[in-house]
């Protein structure tokens, strides 16, 4: 690498390589990206409980050597 680019690749070529084969599989993303939208949902509830749930300080040194 030589100033942020590649040397012994064509980096253009390996960029056009990549975005092609990235819109044969972007409905694939889509649809794993759509069907982990319950689990984020889930995840980010639990995630504000956790935030509002208030832990005693005295409780850190017993978890943590």
């Known amino acids: 690498m030589r100033d942020g680019k590649l040397t ?3 980096e253009a ?3 056009v390589e ?3 084969e990235f819109r044969l599989l972007e409905s694939q993303f889509n649809d794993a990206e759509a069907s982990a939208v319950p689990v984020r949902k889930a995840m980010e509830a639990i995630y504000r409980r956790a ?4 832990i005693p300080p005295d409780t ?3 978890r943590l050597p």
């Open 8 to 10: 012994r690749i064509d």
């Open 13 to 15: 070529r390996l960029l």
């Open 18 to 20: 990549i975005e092609a």
């Open 51 to 54: 935030l509002a749930a208030a």
């Open 60 to 62: 850190h040194a017993a």
